[in-house]
């Protein structure tokens, strides 16, 4: 427990450093609990330490940092990362243009991220009654059941169109599947994939297979990963899910997508109102390698999805 304290301390010495907050005198008044050099430490700022540690401690560790000898811990910790930041500024190390680069770019993440806070998260709710309602509205969800089906995935419409004609015409799915798909794991089967629960597919593709039943073929369906043309084979009766062990799951997962909601419509919000130009023949710019043919993650027809920039958030959906 004190050894990973102590790995934090370190990292907390160099993120001291990239943000070159420190004064000489101390801060806030009041009686110095610490004092490093001319560095002091009065009890507000031993207590502020505290928290930020506390923050981001376990709960264990958080009742540990509570008692005297988790803050004599806290302290010695305190005592290394003051010796190795002026020690930092003895040797000038923050002139230096690469340390000057990621205190910018450290500084660019946090405000970005207090924006998002402040702008996104903080604007989101979601009541007991919202949970209520998506359990109620999404039966198959939480069924239990497993479904098992083929499908033929092509990377545009309009050959997952021409797809389903050939399938309506009295083509066999299989046939149909081995010369046109592009899963090339469930090509060999004619399409076939495994049972699968709810929850192991992308929900467009789950929600198009369980509204099937047996024999059925579904219109095109849209994924991350391209258009599907689904035949359903076969539904597995499993125990149904009781919405109070799910309850603080649902209210993440809707949460989350209310975020990413919010988020969407408040950057179109910006676009709208910002002067912005692109000159795209520039591009490609740097020495970065190439993507690997095919898309990404070994996912047939998926396109590499970029993060925000300096969110660390990604746009894509988990498969």
Not at 238 to 258: I, N, P, W
Not at 288 to 295: D, E, S
Request: glycine share 8%; proline share 6%; with cysteine.
């Amino acid at each position: 427990m004190k050894t990973g304290i102590w790995c934090r301390v370190a990292a907390g010495a160099l993120c001291a450093l990239a943000l070159a907050a420190c004064s000489k005198d101390g801060g806030d008044k009041g009686p110095v609990v610490l004092k490093v050099n001319d560095k002091s430490f009065s009890v507000s700022d031993v207590e502020r330490e505290i928290q930020q540690e506390a923050r981001r401690a376990p709960a264990a560790m958080q009742q540990y940092l509570a008692t005297k000898e988790g803050q004599k811990q806290l302290l010695e910790g305190l005592v290394r990362r003051e010796l190795l930041l002026q020690e930092a500024e003895k040797r000038k190390l923050a002139d230096r243009p690469e340390i000057a680069e990621q205190v910018a770019q450290l500084r660019r993440d946090l405000i970005i991220r207090a924006l998002l806070q402040d702008e996104v998260a903080a604007k989101v709710k979601v009541e007991d009654k919202d949970v209520d309602e998506y359990f109620k509205g999404h039966p198959d969800e939480f069924s239990g059941d497993q479904v098992k089906v083929k499908h033929i995935l092509v990377r545009s419409e309009v050959e997952a169109k021409d797809a389903l004609d050939r399938v309506k015409k009295g083509e066999p799915f299989e046939k149909v599947a081995r010369e046109l798909s592009t899963d090339t794991a469930s090509v060999p089967k004619g399409g076939e994939l495994d049972y699968f629960g709810y929850a192991e597919m992308v929900p467009e593709f789950s929600k198009a297979a369980y509204a099937l039943k047996p024999g059925e073929v579904s219109e095109p369906v849209r994924s991350p990963f391209g258009f599907h043309v689904i035949k359903s084979m076969d539904r597995k009766k499993g125990t149904a899910v009781k919405l109070e062990d799910v309850r603080e799951q649902l209210r993440r997962k809707l949460a989350d997508e209310r975020r990413g909601q919010r988020f969407q419509d408040w950057i179109k919000e910006l676009q709208a109102s910002a002067k912005i130009s692109r000159e795209e023949s520039l591009l490609p710019v740097g020495q970065g390698a190439a993507p690997p043919p095919g898309g990404a993650g070994g996912a047939p027809g998926a396109a590499p999805t970029p993060a925000v920039p300096g969110t660390g958030a990604p746009g894509g959906t988990k498969s």
